[in-house]
T-cell receptor, first 113, second 113 residues
Framework: DQQVKQNSPSLSVQEGRISILNCDYTNSMFDYFLWYKKYPAEGPTFLISISSIKDKNEDGRFTVFLNKSAKHLSLHIVPSQPGDSAVYFCAASALGGSEKLVFGKGTKLTVNP | KAGVTQTPRYLIKTRGQQVTLSCSPISGHRSVSWYQQTPGQGLQFLFEYFSETQRNKGNFPGRFSGRQFSNSRSEMNVSTLELGDSALYLC????????????FGPGTRLTVL
């Protein structure tokens, strides 16, 4: 039973355009959500997080949106750069993030110059 | 601050052997979590230690065990290795002060022959 789903295995965008990565979850107990970026043979790098008390959080070019009623979150990257090419994982946790992280399968983003 | 470090980075073992992986968390972080990443299953939670006590455990067999020392460093042990244990093992640390965001190390790539 996959509690966190990233339905798009891959996404390709042009440099300078917006990248939108999507994530759905099923567990209503999740109240803390994170996005990680991962290069091959490296550990995931934390990008941005959002608590369920918010619906938007911004950090530079990265914005995460949370729609609790739809159990859906998205990561927007504007503008996209070739260095953003990586696998992006959505993760969720309960109890304010103190519980284990449950990861989606990841979306491979390719930003073309 | 130094990031999460893991040793060794690469390991080759044969079936039936056992292995111990080590993780040093970010200074001041008392929580250490372990994850297994495989192509088929993605990132799966193994267990979490906080102040030398196992706080959470994933759905892995008893061959997988861990411990945490008083300086928050953690070790993970896998006994009677199987071919299916070949994976990237990731350690993440987090702080109970100011949020629980987990920061990952580079991982240990274990190959079982």
């Amino acid at each position: 039973d996959q509690q966190v789903k990233q339905n798009s295995p891959s996404l390709s965008v042009q440099e300078g355009r917006i990248s939108i990565l999507n994530c759905d979850y099923t567990n209503s107990m999740f109240d803390y959500f994170l996005w990680y970026k991962k290069y091959p043979a490296e550990g995931p790098t934390f990008l941005i997080s959002i608590s369920s008390i918010k619906d938007k959080n911004e950090d530079g070019r990265f914005t995460v949106f949370l729609n609790k009623s739809a159990k859906h979150l998205s990561l927007h990257i504007v503008p996209s750069q070739p260095g953003d090419s990586a696998v992006y994982f959505c993760a969720a946790s309960a109890l304010g993030g103190s519980e284990k992280l449950v990861f989606g399968k990841g979306t491979k983003l390719t930003v073309n110059p | 601050k130094a990031g999460v470090t893991q040793t060794p980075r690469y390991l080759i073992k044969t079936r039936g052997q056992q292995v111990t992986l080590s993780c040093s968390p970010i200074s001041g972080h008392r929580s250490v979590s372990w994850y297994q990443q495989t192509p088929g299953q993605g990132l799966q939670f193994l267990f979490e230690y906080f102040s030398e006590t196992q706080r959470n455990k994933g759905n892995f067999p008893g061959r997988f065990s861990g411990r945490q020392f008083s300086n928050s460093r953690s070790e993970m042990n896998v006994s009677t290795l199987e071919l299916g244990d070949s994976a990237l093992y990731l350690c993440a640390s987090s702080s109970d002060r100011g949020g629980w965001t987990q920061y990952f190390g580079p991982g240990t790539r274990l190959t079982v022959l």
